[in-house]
């Protein structure tokens, strides 16, 4: 039997959890970590409790939860709707509509009344605010085309979603009974799905599997009528989560079967590490596509070089060419494509054939020749020096390739910025930091994040608000330079050597000693940094440091 879907039992066994544990509680903040995921978090006397809500077609769910999901530096407009009409309200109710898998909090607030509506309906699972004049206020998926079963947009009348079969959990007896009787002996499972309103294959199988399916039935209502359940996490054959139910199912292994405390517990146990992992693979593959694009780059920056090398067997010839066009320049008509002139640089002036621009004059074909000569010099001179970094940069993309293969999800959201898949890191500031605040980020070539102040409000904020207490912070031996931190995700005792000296090579080349031969940089864990009161910006005290010595060169 396949494990049940966020289904209509689990989700009327939540409500009930919810509307015991939510009603009455203060809405004091909104977050929206990612574009199908919105946090709320409520006061209510003795707790702050986060309901979770996600509309990922894959692993749609809705639980309280404990953690603390990362949160983008600018709000969606989402968000910021709900933050502007649901902050500061009272929730006042938690319901499921009908057996549907739609969850809904009614929620009184300054600007009025307003109804959180999370429809879990697969590919069109969605996040509503609808206003008291049932309008919608915004929704964090929009449908809008005219092929879409509902419209859900802005200032749009809400669609009720309307089912007119009776609901296996509030239809009377008799309406359950007669259906039943109606249909096949024995019922087979489509039609009992198809039955009913909030008739999960799941729960159709569950019931069918019971020696008496309708009794089993009849049972089930009246857990649900009476509120008793019994939260459970199934496993599978290898112990691990793969679904989440209100009651214990008789068809599943009794040993594959662990008990929870409570339904939002078994559902953010069974459906969040999926979605964690889902969200993963999906960043891991991102990234890795981004270091085979660079890793292209760096090949045909490689056979540029090569080609350079061989390019400067010829430029003696193309020298040659242009000093004989110099000499000949009086005698060789506009126009031409080609000309033979008597070599005198080779044995017994052996004649040579010039190609010529017919556009050019000779003249300018000479210096055309002599351009192509310094250039194809130039560049062979170059290039063993280029095909050495290029070496380099592909041996890092290599490294960085093996650390996002074997990160795990906190650690890939690290690296998951904008120009972190590059070799060398060269990262341009792409954190949204207040107005005047200058951030650098950037990544090591063993694949850790590292941010740089540019600035002195930058190297301010850094160390005070956008860093964390195991971050490990850095700063040239009493000189003014850049502060930076490696973010550790608090594996600071896991940062190897090399990050520790690539990142003090960053902060030597953006002091004022950039010029001197060798530099102190001392680093420590940013917890044992602290600016005193009333210091300007930039200005810290720190202890427990350790010193690396390291050498500026190189451009920043």
């Not at 000189?479 to 990050?499: C, F, K």
Request: a positive charge.
């Amino acid at each position: 039997m396949k494990p049940p879907s966020f289904d209509s039992l689990t989700i009327r066994a939540l409500a009930a959890e919810l509307d015991r544990d939510l009603v009455g509680a203060q809405v004091q903040k909104v977050y929206q970590p990612d574009e199908q995921t919105v946090v709320l978090q409520a006061h209510k006397y003795p707790h702050n409790r986060r309901l979770l809500i996600n509309v990922n077609p894959g692993v749609f769910r809705a639980h309280l939860t404990e953690s603390d999901p990362r949160n983008p530096e600018g709000p969606p407009a989402f968000c910021m709707a709900l933050r502007r009409f649901l902050e500061g309200g009272r929730i006042l109710s938690v319901q499921q509509v009908g057996a549907d898998r739609i969850l809904v909090l009614s929620v009184s607030a300054a600007l009025g009344s307003f109804r959180l509506v999370a429809e879990f309906l697969g590919r069109y699972a969605n996040i509503v605010l609808v206003d008291e004049d049932d309008r919608i206020v915004e929704a964090i998926r929009h449908f809008g085309t005219p092929s879409a079963i509902r419209i859900i947009l802005p200032n749009r009348p809400y669609p009720v979603v309307s089912d007119t079969r009776p609901s296996v959990w509030d239809a009377p007896d008799t309406v359950i009974d007669g259906v039943w009787n109606a249909l096949a002996k024995p019922p087979v499972l489509k039609e009992v799905q198809d039955s009913f309103s909030g008739m999960s294959p799941f729960l159709a199988g569950t019931i069918l599997s019971a020696d008496d399916p309708l009794a089993y039935l009849v049972s089930l209502r009246k857990c649900v009528r009476q509120g008793r359940f019994s939260p459970v996490v199934l496993l599978d054959g290898n112990n691990d989560p793969v679904g989440a139910w209100p009651i214990v199912p008789p068809a599943w292994p009794p040993a594959q079967v662990r008990t929870a405390e409570t339904m939002s517990r078994a559902i953010e146990e069974a459906y969040g590490r999926r979605s964690d992992a889902d969200k993963r693979n999906t960043i891991a593959r991102r990234l890795l596509a981004a270091i085979d694009r660079e890793a292209r780059t760096l090949k045909a920056r490689r056979e540029d070089a090569r080609r350079h090398i061989a390019e400067a067997e010829r430029a003696e010839e193309w020298r040659v060419a242009g000093e004989l066009l110099s000499v000949n320049a009086h005698a060789i008509p506009r126009g031409a494509k080609s000309v033979s002139l008597a070599n005198y640089y080779a044995e017994n002036s052996a004649p040579m054939t010039i190609a010529l621009d017919p556009s050019l004059s000779a003249r300018e074909n000479a210096e055309a020749y002599f351009r192509k000569a310094r250039k194809a010099k130039t560049s062979a001179e170059r290039a063993p020096g280029d095909l050495q970094r290029i070496a380099e940069l592909e041996e890092a993309l290599e490294i960085r390739r093996q650390a996002v293969e074997s990160a795990d999800f906190p650690t890939l959201l690290d690296m998951d910025t904008p120009g972190s898949t590059r070799a060398g890191g060269n990262d341009q500031q792409t954190r949204a930091f207040p107005p005047g605040v200058r951030i650098k980020r950037l990544t090591s070539p063993q694949g850790w994040p590292v941010w740089i102040g540019e600035n002195a409000t930058g190297n301010d904020y850094l160390t005070t608000k956008a860093s964390d207490p195991d971050d490990i912070w850095f700063h040239v031996r009493a000189a003014a330079s850049a502060h930076a931190v490696i973010r550790t995700a608090r594996r600071s005792d896991q940062v190897p050597p090399e990050t520790l000296r690539w990142a003090a090579e960053q902060v030597a080349r953006r002091s004022e000693v950039k010029g001197s031969g060798v530099i102190p940089v001392d680093y420590t864990l940013r917890r044992y940094v602290r600016k005193p009161r009333n210091a300007t910006p930039g200005r810290v005290t720190y202890e427990r440091e350790k010193t690396i010595f390291v050498e500026a060169g190189g451009s920043i």
